[in-house]
């Protein structure tokens, strides 16, 4: 399809809808926190719904998308739309049962929140309970296909969440079909009315199926299109993040008007090349990166719609996914050096980069893009010997010298059930303020130096006093484990403003891995120091490991993920040596964000987790056999990984267990793990204070199945998020607690 200048059509598939100054977060908080109406919060997404729609309507962009605003996640909007309500949330409604179904209320427990696809937002998982009766409840929907429609006229292009996608992401029981086919007349009846709209075209989001194909998911698709192929309205069908794979053949028959397909991520180029693409059908090319920072590499991009081309002439020049995964706009990032700002590219520039390469004609545009990114290269990302370094690594370099067996008998010998916990202490208003200060100039390194000193004082006392085995110094100094370290590490840049969404109004801002990795200077040994001086007990140095470090980065693009994890990992290990130098016995190395690396395609898995392990194990081997290697792994189910967490070859892991009620212990134990394992006891994301008595069931059932010595007790995760006034009580109760299960194994 070209349209009337003779250019390629373009096409968004959703824009970031959080607003330039956070306004949606701002507005939320205001309305939980009752200052602001319903109706003001409305009046702020309509606000900046409405100003997103502007950007693309000024960049020239011909399709737009439209229902891509959310108050909280796109999923639960979905959930709501269909009536999938779970019975408990029934005795709300409006508002508050969405709030509720996002956050909990009244004692009553949120939806569940899990990863979308391999991104680092998070959606809520839909529960569909088997006596449920969905309804239409398109009202919202429809007012916004509406607004979009006041404003865009013909290129308003609704985003519609398929229901196998949303069915296949979902609890349900019975068969994936039968819970689809139960939505189908919703879904009918939806696209029926958006054709009285006089809907020009829809967006149909169906990204399950760049997951490992499945019969069930081939049936339910089949049966969804034919169905919505009689209501006679153009459909495009979007799927982003990886490649078709086995399901390429029989997807591009379905009987849509557009298939889109990412091409920035996987294999569909080849599978294109090799099976071709249906005459009638219009391809929508995914060749702008959604998920990462960089702008578009013209040359390379020329390459693939050149072969694109050679198959098919028929096609749209769009994002590789919705553009809510990268931040708004670089413009902003006056901070950033200007030979890096330069080659970046967030949503509104990417908009750009759309049109510019929907028509022929902009040599000049992409000459200075091409000169910019070439100046870049002159000044920034290589650092003498860095890559040399990763290329000559050998055999020895990722193996610890003696056998976990050998060495632990030269490691710290502690009493049975050893205490401890993940790091982080409270992150008080008055730290805050402190960090505020110092940044802005208002205190010296020096005074700034002597007030965290004075907390991490406080600190060991009063781990001493509680009476933990292991101590830490309680991160005061970090504002987060990534940004603490990337700060200190060449090759990593920090955005002002480069927010994204995690998920509902939490946003975060990922560093930009630009260049070669190296260490510049000690980056934990002074805290460390200060901390041990002030006690007998072993005080733990604490580090984030390699994976986690590139898992929530934009990474960068000229080099793989390997390499830059690697690059990371020796400028760890020169931590390591340092922390080991200065007289830490033990040494923490949190990798949380490990699983979340995995792709998407099981048969791609195996790939990473070589490399993934082979990182943390590079940055950890050059540990003697004396210091004890610590790693932990919050929200994580392991079963499917556990080889590979072996293979990490951590003397200890501290693991997730209280919310998963001791399924994650068990998976791990009956998977035949023979190091040991801190069990993660209590719950850090609630403000209940755990009991004794709840601890001490935790513990024994923990205990059922393995060796009393393999286990450590501490808390599931670090404690900044919680006051001091609930981690003083939960943590005396959790050393009360080992107490008595010491007690009961003596006997
Ligand atoms: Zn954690």
Redesign the pocket.
């Known amino acids: 399809m070209t349209n009337k200048s003779n250019s390629l059509t373009t096409l968004t598939l959703g824009y970031p809808r959080i607003g330039e100054k956070r306004e949606v977060k701002k507005a939320l908080e205001s309305y939980w926190a009752k200052k602001i109406s319903s109706d003001e919060l409305y009046t702020t997404i309509e606000d900046i719904e409405k100003s997103n729609w502007q950007k693309q309507i000024d960049a020239g962009i011909d399709l737009i998308a439209v229902g891509d605003m959310s108050l909280y996640d796109h999923i639960l909007d979905w959930t709501v739309y269909l009536g999938l309500i779970p019975s408990r949330f029934k005795s709300f409604t409006g508002l508050q049962q969405y709030f509720a179904m996002a956050r909990g209320a009244d004692g009553i427990p949120a939806l569940e929140m899990t990863k979308w696809f391999d991104t680092n937002y998070h959606y809520l998982v839909p529960e569909i309970e088997a006596d449920c009766q969905p309804c239409n409840n398109f009202q919202g929907f429809l007012n916004q296909v509406k607004r979009g429609q006041n404003i865009l006229v013909k290129s308003a292009n609704p985003i519609i969440i398929s229901p196998v996608t949303l069915v296949a992401l979902s609890r349900y029981e019975g068969s994936l079909r039968e819970n689809v086919e139960k939505l189908l007349p919703l879904y009918q009846s939806l696209l029926e009315e958006l054709k009285g709209y006089g809907i020009t075209e829809i967006q149909i989001h169906e990204p399950i199926l760049v997951t490992d194909e499945t019969a069930e998911v081939k049936e339910a698709t089949i049966k969804t299109y034919e169905i919505f192929n009689q209501v006679g309205l153009a459909i495009n069908l979007v799927t982003y993040f990886e490649d078709l794979g086995n399901n390429y053949g029989w997807v591009i028959n379905l009987p849509v008007e557009a298939i889109s397909l990412d091409f920035t991520r996987g294999n569909n180029l080849d599978l294109l090349q090799k099976y071709g693409f249906p005459s009638d059908k219009r391809l929508g090319v995914g060749i702008v990166d959604a998920r990462n920072v960089w702008q578009v590499n013209y040359a390379q991009v020329q390459d693939v719609l050149e072969t694109v081309k050679t198959v098919t002439t028929n096609i749209s020049i769009q994002p590789s996914a919705s553009l809510q995964f990268v931040p708004l706009d670089v413009e902003r990032e006056v901070n950033l050096p200007a030979h890096l700002r330069n080659i970046l590219s967030f949503a509104q520039q990417k908009l750009i980069e759309l049109k510019m390469l929907s028509t022929e004609g902009n040599g000049q545009f992409w000459q200075e893009k091409n000169d910019k990114w070439q100046s870049f290269k002159a000044l920034a990302p290589h650092r003498p010997g860095v890559q040399e370094k990763v290329k000559g690594l050998t055999v020895e370099d990722f193996q610890r010298t003696l056998s976990y067996e050998e060495r632990i008998k030269q490691q710290i010998k502690l009493p049975i059930f050893p205490t401890t916990t993940?790091g982080s202490f409270p992150q008080t208003k008055k730290l805050r303020r402190l960090r505020l200060n110092y940044k802005k100039g208002e205190l010296s390194l020096q005074e700034y130096q002597e007030a965290i000193d004075k907390e991490i004082a406080e600190c060991i006392k009063l781990q001493e006093d509680i009476g933990l085995d292991v101590l830490v110094h309680g991160e005061f100094e970090r504002t987060d484990m990534v940004e603490f370290f990337g700060q200190r590490l060449s090759g990593f840049a920090f955005t002002d403003s480069g927010w994204v969404q995690s998920y509902g109004s939490r946003y975060v801002r990922p560093p930009i891995i630009f260049g070669d990795v190296e260490r510049n200077e000690p980056m934990t040994i002074r805290e460390f120091k200060i901390a041990q001086a002030l006690t007998d007990k072993p005080v733990k140095g604490m580090l984030t490991g390699p994976v986690t470090m590139l898992n929530w980065s934009f990474p960068r693009a000229d080099i793989s993920r390997k390499h830059q994890a690697f690059q990371i990992a020796l400028a760890l290990q020169a931590e390591v040596a340092d922390l080991q130098e200065a007289g830490a016995l033990i040494i923490q190395m949190?990798e949380?964000a490990f699983r979340e690396g995995l792709p998407l395609k099981t048969a791609l898995w195996a790939d990473y987790l070589t490399w993934a392990v082979d990182a943390f194990r590079l940055a950890s081997a050059i540990a003697l056999p004396v210091t004890q290697i610590h790693t932990?792994?919050?929200?994580s189910e392991f079963g499917d990984i556990i080889k590979d967490i072996e293979k990490m070859d951590a003397d200890v892991i501290s693991i997730?267990n209280s919310r998963s009620n001791n399924r994650t212990l068990e998976e791990v134990t009956t998977a035949g793990y023979n190091h040991q394992i801190g069990n993660g006891v209590y719950d850090i994301h609630s403000p209940v204070v755990p009991s004794i008595q709840q601890m001490v069931k935790q513990l024994e059932e923990g205990i059922k199945n393995l060796p009393l010595q393999q286990i450590w007790v501490n808390p599931?995760?670090?404690l900044k998020t919680r006051h001091w006034n609930e981690v003083i009580p939960a943590l005396t109760n959790m050393v009360e607690a080992t107490k008595i299960i010491r007690q009961q194994a003596e006997k």
């Open positions: 993940i949190d949380p932990h792994m919050c929200y997730e599931d995760c670090g």
